[in-house]
């Protein structure tokens, strides 16, 4: 399949989503269990990759046929939109796979991304650590050079790390030198079947395992597995930060919109709530205004920085105003008779934390947009 321009792509996506079931089991829905939710990210994955949609936007060299980013963007909304696999969990390859064609040797990227992009295995990101907080250079996570000479020796505990316990590899963060701060930092790209390591899952307030603690107790890397240089580790971090909140946001996005159809639905008059209503949608289509933005510097190939973090501030906040929404228009339903509602609302309190705290995205508008200083 070669590369279409934008509105060909998604008119013959459509049509070949409508002519292939790809719609998830039952149990696989908002308050279903994590296990059916990977389940069906894999195949959905799988059956977009074997028909070749999962393959554009992305380089030939691993596995691609080209064409501009936005098609992936493109892809995910029309996956969200449908319901067909979690948005956070489907938008994980935009955050690891630019890091790995960023970072890691040719070869392996090659090797490596057709198994992420084709369903056949889940990474994980190892960046967050128990005492760090939101202070991701003052991770304590250690790796020294093998006594061989030809590789690595990790020790420490990551937390947070999202679908650890289904993942196949790991992105993952060390200190390598003898600064504190942001020069000691080095990336690896770790298989998480190595010798010494432990994954634990974390139980959330919304009931999903989604998250789990990594021990790292003496696990040995290949020195090939160290993506760019030792000490690159920091500006990987800087570089893969900004990807979270692009595309990955166009999807959830377009999953928030059909959450507002869903409320529209259930409301006996839109019209007595028009206020409320019309404030939520207003957040959502701010948040999509400035992500439209973003995707567009992105597929002009321009590089991400810190006014992501203006997306970042909005979704949280559009995100938690919809779902605030929800539980003020329909009375009881959050709290006790439907379980999906329960759910997702549980999880958009996590919005103004997951991905940076909205306290260090208002920091880093504030400093490095704003250049309002440290105080």
């Known amino acids: ?5 934008t509105a060909g792509f998604r008119t013959a996506l459509r049509a070949w ?5 790809l719609s998830p089991e039952p ?11 990977v389940t069906q990210l894999d195949r959905v994955r799988r059956e977009l990759w074997d028909a070749g949609w999962m393959r554009h936007g992305w380089p030939e060299e691993v596995g691609g046929v080209g064409g501009p980013s936005v098609l992936r963007a493109v892809l995910g909304e029309e996956v969200a939109t449908r319901g067909l696999a979690e948005p956070g969990l489907y938008s994980m390859v935009e955050v690891l796979v630019p890091t790995l064609l960023s970072y890691a040797p040719p070869a392996l990227a090659a090797e490596m991304v057709p198994r992420l992009l084709g369903g056949r295995e889940q990474w994980c990101q190892g960046f967050s650590e128990p005492g760090s907080g939101s202070d991701l250079a003052s991770l304590t996570t250690r790796a020294v050079r093998s006594g061989d000479g030809d590789g690595w020796v990790i020790t420490g505990q990551k937390v947070w790390t999202s679908l650890a316990q289904y993942a196949a590899r790991c992105v993952l963060l060390a200190r390598t030198g003898p600064d504190p701060g942001h020069a000691g930092i080095s990336a690896f790209f770790l298989d998480m079947d190595s010798p ?3 994954v634990r899952p ?6 999903v395992d989604e998250f789990a603690e990594v021990f790292l107790d003496d696990v040995r ?3 090939e597995r160290l993506l760019g240089r030792e000490g690159d580790g920091w500006k990987l971090a800087m570089d893969l930060l ?9 999807h959830r996005v377009a999953h928030l919109y059909t959450r507002l159809d869903r409320l529209l639905d259930r409301m006996p008059s839109a019209e007595d709530e028009a206020a409320a209503l019309g404030e939520a949608y207003l957040a959502l289509h701010t948040v999509r205004c400035r992500s439209h933005a973003t995707q567009a510097r992105l597929a002009a190939g321009g590089r991400l920085g810190p006014e992501t973090s203006v997306d970042k501030i909005l ?11 929800v539980r003020d228009l329909l009375p009881g339903a959050v709290e006790l008779t439907d379980p999906a509602w329960r759910t997702e609302y549980l999880y958009s309190r996590a919005a103004t934390i997951y991905g940076g705290t909205a306290e260090v995205q208002r920091n880093i508008v504030a400093r490095r947009l704003l250049d309002l200083g440290k105080e």
């Open 1 to 5: 399949m070669t590369a279409l321009d």
């Open 17 to 21: 989503l409508d002519e292939h079931d």
């Open 27 to 37: 149990t696989a829905g908002p308050d279903g269990s994590l296990d059916a939710h």
């Open 196 to 198: 010494g390591i432990t």
């Open 202 to 207: 974390l139980r959330t307030m919304h009931g």
């Open 221 to 223: 890397v290949p020195q």
């Open 242 to 250: 900004p990807h979270e909140r692009s595309t990955c946001f166009w």
């Open 315 to 325: 979704l949280a906040t559009a995100e938690q105003q919809l779902f605030d929404t």
